[in-house]
């Protein structure tokens, strides 16, 4: 047997080419891992005294809320089915007996209560839900509800209601407070088509517009929730019935350049020319024009030479504005708390004109002449004292509470002024829903539901058998749930490791060989504080095409006249591996097949390559680590986004 392995040995290396050999070769590879932890821990949490555990029997934890739960705001596409209500920001609506809520808010609701009214008109409790997370559409099915089939089939969003509850963080009942005083129903539609022509002023098609993103969807929300409970607010229209001004608007023409005749902009003292007279808006009427019912589709500008377009007829108008131009910090400055008259005074000035108001007035403009004479100018106040206080002269109208003008020189002058003074007014009490100088303190939760319905049915009945403790106290009266709290978290870790292959390399001819093999890997990584291991080997088979090979020349004494020297080309080829992934004392193994191509240059017997090695299949690889009160979780990602580099050094026999 042995001589006949010595002659078969022998006869095949006098046949082969000089570049076919058995070979061995190893080195060290590099790549990136990627995947997430998840932690789930048990938490005892009290929430809610008895006799309030049998009010709100259906109580929905966080937990069950996050697997019904999608972000609201997706691409322009998904943006543009939305229709906003400034009276319904949590908007509940019923289909296919499933509810559906999408809170435009960009707050985390805590503890509110979801209500419906039946065919009488009376509120009936659907439950209390622990967390809406902001700006999220959660669907949850009708098994989760005990009063679920008294809803009306006809029902719609205003038959809804969700409020605050006195189990509500204080954040929570604040915005509900400050929701409560609006009572203008503005709707509005983001629009994924130019409502009006949005290149106004230049000769371009109308394509000065993009499509909304999750940003300008959200900025664009909270700016006009914010400008209703202004318009809406007591102090808004106490200031504006007691103006000591008048109030002035005129389409002949509808623009206005000072000095020109038809220029109906009052004077310094607030009173206009008594031959526009006619052209006066009264304060109800401005009142009435901005508090009306109202549909307004929006769009964002871009590249349109101007910050912003508007236009419409006081319940119907259209709005764009760059995007720039909502940027909260644009609006209120970098400390969020402080109103830029540049920028607020463009929102004002284009949403003046959805109310069907011109350039000539004081209705988009404050047009207050200035002190030389020469032009007049925004941001220059009304000086009225020489029209009250004096004998046989009304008393001066602005000393009441929240009074924006209780000094007679200094009046904010026209629409634009009273309003940016109102607003700085309730911004400085928090009296606003939105609240940008706290917005960055609001946790964002992952919002990606996986389960379907049904699935998150049984999850939630099968956690309120578990979750809820009343304890046997009558003193405290507590109730108690257990509910598991979820974080997760990505990584992107560098994978450092090595290789080591043993084959067989066969040339046909100086340009085209195949090489087959074997491979044992070893890589290591350290994700999240915890170390991951892999383990992988395999076989595979690579194509080897060489474009430069070199000779050397032999003396005669040889049977070869030539002998080889060195070569230069590139492999590429398939390899399928068996791997294993150790975490938590745990190893979890798949199978991948790995597509490898690369570099190689051999001289003489060395042998060096490098190359890439990208695993084909895609997939999600899991270890699960439980304890008592906690699991861990760690997903890693296999596919062709996770390749390795190696280098390698071999010797071919």
């Known amino acids: 047997m042995k001589k006949l392995y010595t002659s078969l040995l022998l006869f095949a290396t006098l046949q082969a080419h000089q570049k076919s050999g058995f070979f061995i070769e190893g080195g060290f590879e590099t790549g990136l891992l990627q995947g997430t932890k998840q932690q789930e821990n048990q938490v005892k949490r009290e929430y809610i005294d008895a006799v309030t555990h049998n009010t709100y029997a259906d109580y929905l934890p966080l937990n069950t809320i996050l697997k019904g739960a999608t972000n609201l705001f997706g691409d322009a596409n998904a943006i543009s089915q939305l229709q906003f209500s400034a009276l319904h920001p949590i908007k509940v609506s019923m289909k296919n007996n499933e509810l559906t809520i999408e809170n435009f808010l960009p707050y985390n609701l805590n503890n509110v209560k979801l209500s419906f009214k039946d065919s009488q008109g009376k509120l009936i409790d659907l439950g209390m839900i622990e967390t809406i997370p902001k700006q999220a559409k959660i669907v949850l099915p009708e098994r989760l509800f005990d009063n679920f089939k008294q809803i009306s089939p006809s029902a719609t969003y205003s038959d809804f209601e969700v409020s605050s509850t006195k189990f509500s963080d204080e954040n929570t ?51 006009l929730l914010n400008m209703f409970a202004v318009f809406d607010s007591k102090s808004w229209q106490e200031n504006i019935k007691n103006a000591p001004f008048d109030f002035v608007n005129s389409w002949s023409p509808g623009d206005c350049w000072f000095g020109h005749e038809k220029c109906v902009a009052p004077h310094k003292d607030g009173l206009v020319n008594p031959k526009f007279k006619n052209d006066i808006v009264s304060p109800n009427k401005v009142i009435s024009d901005f508090t009306s019912h109202m549909l307004l589709k929006i769009i ?35 400390d969020l708390k402080t109103l830029n008259l540049n920028g607020i005074t463009t929102i004002l000035h284009e949403f003046s004109h959805t109310k069907h108001y011109s350039h000539n007035g004081n209705m988009t403009y404050q047009r207050v002449p200035k002190p030389d004479g020469k032009g007049d100018s925004d941001g ?3 000086d ?27 009046v904010p002058a026209g629409f634009l002024g009273i309003t940016t003074a109102v607003w700085q007014q309730l911004m400085d009490k928090n009296a606003l829903p939105i609240d940008y100088a706290n917005l960055s303190s609001q946790k964002s939760y992952n919002l990606n539901a996986t389960l379907d319905t049904t699935s998150l049915a049984n999850s939630m009945l099968s956690t309120l058998k578990q979750s809820f403790l009343i304890s046997s106290s009558t003193a405290t009266q507590k109730s108690y749930i257990l509910e598991n ?38 890589n290591y990584a350290k994700a999240t504080s915890k170390k991951i291991e892999q383990l992988s080997y395999g076989g595979g088979i690579d ?6 090979t070199t000779y050397t020349k032999t003396s005669k004494t040889t049977k070869m006249n030539k002998s080889f020297s060195s070569s230069f080309g590139v492999f590429g080829g398939l390899r399928g591996l068996y791997n294993g992934y150790h975490a938590f004392n745990q190893v979890k193994r798949n199978a991948n097949l790995d597509a490898v191509t690369g570099l190689n240059y051999r001289y003489k017997h060395s042998k060096y390559s490098v190359g890439i090695s990208v695993p084909l299949i895609e997939r999600k690889v899991s270890i699960v680590s439980n304890d008592n009160t906690t699991t861990n979780t760690i997903l890693f990602n296999e596919g062709s986004s996770h390749f390795k580099v190696f280098f390698n050094y071999g010797w071919v026999f």
């Not at 709005?319 to 970098?334: M, S």
């Not at 009225?384 to 200094?410: M, Q």
């Open 173 to 223: 009942q604040r915005l509900f407070r400050a929701l409560d005083t609006m009572t203008t129903n503005l709707m509005v539609q983001y629009m994924n088509s130019p409502p009006l022509h949005t290149c106004y002023y230049q000769p371009r098609k109308n394509d000065c517009w993009q499509g909304f993103t999750p940003k300008t969807a959200e900025e664009f929300t909270n700016l």
């Open 300 to 334: 964002i500008l871009k590249n349109s030479s101007v910050q912003g377009l508007g236009s419409g007829s006081i319940t119907q108008g259209s709005l764009g504005v760059e995007a720039y131009a909502i940027n909260p910090t644009t609006l209120f400055g970098n």
């Open 380 to 382: 220059i106040p009304y």
């Open 384 to 410: 009225v004292c020489s029209r009250f206080n004096g004998e046989g002269k009304p008393t001066y109208p602005g000393n009441f509470p929240d009074s924006v003008y209780p000094d007679c020189h200094h």
């Open 485 to 522: 709290a979820t974080t997760s978290k990505n990584f992107n870790a560098p994978i450092l490791g090595a290789n080591l292959k043993i084959g067989y390399q066969h040339y046909f001819n100086n340009f085209i060989g195949l090489a087959y093999y074997g491979i044992v890997k070893y």
């Open 543 to 548: 194509l080897l095409l060489d474009f430069i």
